[in-house]
C-alpha cells in the first residue's frame, strides 16, 4: 500500500479537475490512483534511457473528469499513454481513449496506447504479475516515441 504526507489542515480537491504532476513536451501519461507511483517510476526511466519528457497527469476523478487538461496536454506532445490497473476491456481507460481521439486526432503523432490490466481472473497472489509495472509502461512510451520517428 502507498504511504504519503496528508496535510493537517482542511483542504478540498476539486472534483473533475485533474493534477499536472509533471510538466513534459513528448508525450502525455495519464493515471489515477495507485498507479501514479509506477508512472512516476516509468516516466523516470524514459528520460533517464530514452531522453524522454512525460507529461505526467493525475486524473484524480472520473466523474467527472478534466477533458480540457488532457486535450491541452495532447495537443502539445502529441501522444498519449493511459495506464490503470483494471482490464482492459471495458476499463476507463477506453473512455478516455475514445474521447481524446476524437477531439485530439488530428494533433496525434502515433496511436494512442493503453496499458491495463489482462482480461482475466486473477489470484491475488499473482497480482505483481497482473497490474501494470514500471517496464510495461516504459515499452509503451518507447513505443509511441518509435512510431513517429
Known amino acids: 500500500s502507498a504511504v504519503e ?3 493537517d489542515e482542511e483542504y478540498m480537491i476539486p472534483l473533475g479537475k485533474a493534477e499536472i504532476m509533471r510538466e513534459g513536451t513528448d508525450v502525455t501519461v ?8 509506477v508512472l512516476e517510476k516509468a516516466c523516470d526511466l524514459a528520460y533517464e534511457q530514452y531522453g524522454v519528457s512525460c507529461e505526467l497527469i493525475d486524473l484524480r476523478t472520473i466523474l467527472p473528469w478534466d477533458v480540457d487538461c488532457l486535450v ?3 495537443e502539445k506532445t502529441g ?4 495506464s490503470h490497473e483494471a482490464p482492459i476491456t471495458c476499463g476507463f481507460g ?12 488530428l494533433h496525434l503523432e502515433s496511436p ?9 481472473p486473477f489470484p491475488l497472489v499473482f497480482e505483481k504479475h497482473y497490474i501494470p509495472d514500471k517496464f510495461k509502461n516504459l515499452e509503451a512510451i518507447k513505443h509511441v516515441m518509435e512510431y513517429s520517428q
Open 30 to 37: 495519464v493515471g489515477w490512483g495507485g498507479q501514479l507511483r
Open 94 to 105: 477506453a473512455e478516455i481513449v475514445a474521447t481524446l481521439q476524437e477531439k485530439c486526432f
Open 72 to 74: 491541452q496536454s495532447v
Open 79 to 82: 501522444r498519449l499513454i493511459v
Open 5 to 7: 504526507e496528508v496535510p
Open 112 to 120: 494512442i496506447q493503453r496499458v491495463c490490466g489482462y482480461d482475466t
